[in-house]
């Protein structure tokens, strides 16, 4: 897990962390990219995460958050557990392109939160996307209906840090287990990801399209296998392989097939893929 480790938190902060921008690419594109900055991005009390709008999500909708479901303020969910609509007030420092802390949004409902399969975690504010943008003139990150490619130019936003990490997606898990965990079908980084505490819940975002394409989650950090804090891959015939120093994240394509229109929840919609309770 990717939360932060209080002694190296505190500091960082008493030493006043720079923000770090993203690291140049290596060769020049060969086309235009989509600008990644923090725009939209948001700080938790122990995490990162982003405002996020679904593919046909409207304006005048209620805003949603994204994180990981073991950023929840209330625990972490046990491994089964689902969690739907349950009432929170918890707030988020939105943060505009330059990492600069803008406004405090809250939450009205923690609209689904498991660990299960997935990692995730999404709360619903009590204000819609055009009261941030006319107040902040900050838009929504949109979360992309499409499984993403291995090979894909992507950037880790971290909110918590004001950090950008810059890599490529290796390839898929089939199974990441980590303690009494199972994570399906994970994003598994390019050695450059080498993401820290507090960067869970950050958006992974496609520097193609500009879309968030994953939640940032974990990563092997000490050589351990299926450890807490040390995460271990299975594939489909049961082979367990270790990744010392490489992190991973949660694709978030199955979650607008769960949320029909003014953007609540339906786990019972045809496309939904989310685990339900």
Known sequence: MKKPLLGAACALVLAGAPVLAATPASAAPSAPLAAVDFAGTVALSNCSGSLVRLPNSQASDPALILSNGHCLDTGMPSAGQVLVNRASSRTFSLLNSAGTKVATLRANKMVYGTMTDTDVSIYQLNTSYAAI????????????????????????????????YSCNIDGFVYRLKEGSWTFKDSVRYTSSCNTIGG???????????????????????????????????????????????????????QIPGC????????LSLAGCALPKP
Do not use: M
């Not at 902040?136 to 840090?161: D, F, M, Q, R």
């Not at 975002?205 to 804090?229: F, K, L």
């Not at 949320?259 to 929840?265: Q, T």
């Open 133 to 164: 943008k006319s107040s902040y003139n900050i838009s929504p990150l949109t979360v992309s209906a499409s499984h993403p490619t291995a090979g894909t130019a992507i950037k880790v936003v971290s909110g918590y840090w004001k950090r950008i």
């Open 199 to 253: 960067t869970s819940g950050s958006p992974v975002v496609d520097v193609n399209t500009g879309q968030v394409v994953a939640v940032n989650n974990t990563g092997n950090e000490s050589g351990e296998s299926c450890t807490v804090n040390n995460p271990c891959e299975v594939d489909q015939s049961g082979k367990v392989t270790v990744r010392k120093g490489i992190n991973y994240a949660q694709q978030t394509y």
């Open 259 to 266: 949320f029909g229109p003014g953007n609540v929840l339906n």
